[in-house]
């Protein structure tokens, strides 16, 4: 993490979550378990094997969740193309 370029790439990550409303901060319950996340970071090589480029990416561990609470509720700010399409052919 003490690498300028994946500060750089942290804080394009943390500044897309901020403009998009991923999240928002709420107060802490005491008795609800915390779902922790971490940082995962990838280097991305053009064909001729140079680096392209640095991303990071803020992810929940989602592992951590207990069944029964909130165990079935998708916290994926994306959406996929063919959910877009189901959705406009119903609406059709």
Request: proline content about 4%; cysteine-free; aromatic content about 12%.
């Amino acid at each position: 993490m003490k690498q300028p370029v994946r500060v750089d790439a942290m804080v394009e990550e943390y500044d897309s979550i901020i403009i998009n409303s991923v999240w928002e901060v709420v107060p802490r319950s005491p008795n609800k378990l915390v779902v922790s996340s971490r940082w995962f970071y990838k280097v991305k090589h053009k064909a001729d094997g140079r680096v392209e480029n640095h991303n990071a990416r803020f992810v929940a561990k989602g592992f951590s969740r207990v069944e029964g609470i909130y165990y079935n509720d998708n916290f994926s700010p994306l959406s996929r193309y063919s959910s877009i399409i189901s959705i406009l052919a119903l609406l059709a």
